[in-house]
Nanobody, 115 residues
Framework: QVQLVEFGGGLVQAGGSLRLSCAAS????????MGWHRQAPGKQRDLVAA???????NYVDSVKGRFTISRDNAKNTIYLQMNNLNPEDTAVYFC?????????WGQGTQVTVSS
C-alpha cells in the first residue's frame, strides 16, 4: 500500500513558477512509475507528466518546454517544476503512483494562475 502527499500548490501570476512535490510512503519499493495529473473544473483528469523507475519521462504537449518532472529516489519523492505558467494551467494537480499494477493517488493540490 502506498500513500502520497502533495505540496507546493498555490496562487501565481501568469509567467510565474511553482514547484510541486509528492512524497510517497508505505510499500514504495515496487513503484514502477509516478507522475502528475491535473483536473480543471468541468474537465476530465489528464496526464501532465510521468517518470518511470529508471527515469524515463513523458509530458503532455501543452507543457513541454515549460514543466520538468524529476525524481529523488532516496527521498521517495517526485517534483514538478512549472515555469512560465499561464491561466490554462489552473487545475487541481494530483500525484499518482503505480505499484504492482494498482494506481494510487494523492489528495490533490490547487494551482491557480491569474492573468
Amino acid at each position: 500500500q502506498v500513500q502520497l502527499v502533495e505540496f507546493g500548490g498555490g496562487l501565481v501570476q501568469a509567467g510565474g513558477s511553482l514547484r510541486l512535490s509528492c512524497a510517497a510512503s508505505g510499500s514504495t519499493l515496487s513503484i514502477s512509475a509516478m507522475g502528475w495529473h491535473r483536473q480543471a473544473p468541468g474537465k476530465q483528469r489528464d496526464l501532465v507528466a510521468a517518470i518511470s523507475s529508471i527515469g524515463r519521462t513523458n509530458y503532455v504537449d501543452s507543457v513541454k518546454g515549460r514543466f520538468t518532472i524529476s525524481r529523488d529516489n532516496a527521498k521517495n519523492t517526485i517534483y514538478l517544476q512549472m515555469n512560465n505558467l499561464n491561466p490554462e494551467d489552473t487545475a487541481v494537480y494530483f500525484c499518482y503512483a503505480v505499484n504492482r499494477g494498482l494506481d494510487y493517488w494523492g489528495q490533490g493540490t490547487q494551482v491557480t494562475v491569474s492573468s
